[in-house]
């Protein structure tokens, strides 16, 4: 049973371009959520979705971050025009219900850095 | 709100010792708790977690942690450090309310000392 996937784990983009970061939660999971990690910080809470629904977005920054979980595919974090203070690790987790209490599974994340 | 607080960014044992990593949290409902491990260049991994059921959880890789209501903590121990468990660990909480959003400490790593 393969566990929650992330692509790609490195990813180089420079100021004003767009970031894709790509999450396949485990298999029979349909609740999604994103983390940022900031270096030396913790995780903080991003977006949290279901297929095709956006539950929680109280943690995204108002401008430039978007995502989505379509009824086929992974789920996508997509940051515009990307910004040096961008550049940190980006998790995604999920888990098989969305009702506490029960336990998010992380991928191994995705590492962006903008030059 | 809910938060986490780790006492110590950074803590060395020597192989062998008493592992305390602390983890106080704020919640103005029962919480749920959980200890993550993270190594370097990877994701998260759960080491154990506390739903309200035994206060005392035990967890893999001979990790455990007390849930103590009155001190309002959740520290992470192991009685005998081994070289492998240098990492970061993260405590977090969530509860009934705030479900789906996890709550983060700033991690503690650990180092430990041959």
């Known amino acids: 049973n393969a566990g929650v996937m992330q692509n790609p784990r490195h990813l180089v983009r420079r100021r004003g371009q767009e970031a894709r970061l790509r999450c396949s939660p485990m298999?029979?999971?349909?609740?999604v959520y994103w983390y940022r990690q900031l270096p030396e910080e913790g995780l903080k809470f991003m977006v949290y979705?279901?297929?095709?629904?956006?539950?929680?977005e109280s943690g995204m920054p108002k401008e430039r971050f978007s995502a989505e979980f379509p009824k086929e595919g992974p789920s996508i974090l997509r940051i515009q025009q990307v910004v040096r203070g961008d550049s940190a690790a980006y998790f995604c987790?999920?888990?098989?219900?969305?009702?506490?209490?029960?336990?998010?599974?992380f991928g191994p994340g995705t590492r962006l850095t903008v030059t | 709100a809910q938060s986490v607080t780790q006492l110590g960014s950074h803590v060395s044992v020597s192989e062998g010792a008493l592992v305390l990593l602390r983890c106080n949290y704020s919640?103005?409902?029962?919480?749920?708790l959980f200890w993550y491990v993270q190594y370097p260049n990877q994701g998260l991994q759960l080491l154990l977690k506390y739903t309200s059921a035994a206060t005392l959880v035990k967890g893999i890789n001979g990790f455990e942690a007390e849930f103590k209501k009155s001190e309002t903590s959740f520290h992470l121990t192991k009685p005998s450090a081994h070289m492998s468990d240098a990492a970061e660990y993260f405590c977090?909480?969530?509860?009934?309310?705030?479900?789906?959003?996890?709550?983060f400490g700033t991690g503690t790593s650990l180092t430990v000392i041959p």
């Open positions: 298999k029979g999971h349909s609740h």
């Open positions: 977090a909480v969530s509860d009934q309310r705030s479900g789906n959003q996890f709550y």
């Open positions: 919640s103005s409902v029962p919480p749920y």
């Open positions: 979705l279901q297929k095709e629904n956006i539950i929680d």
């Open positions: 987790a999920s888990s098989p219900s969305g009702i506490a209490p029960y336990e998010q599974y």
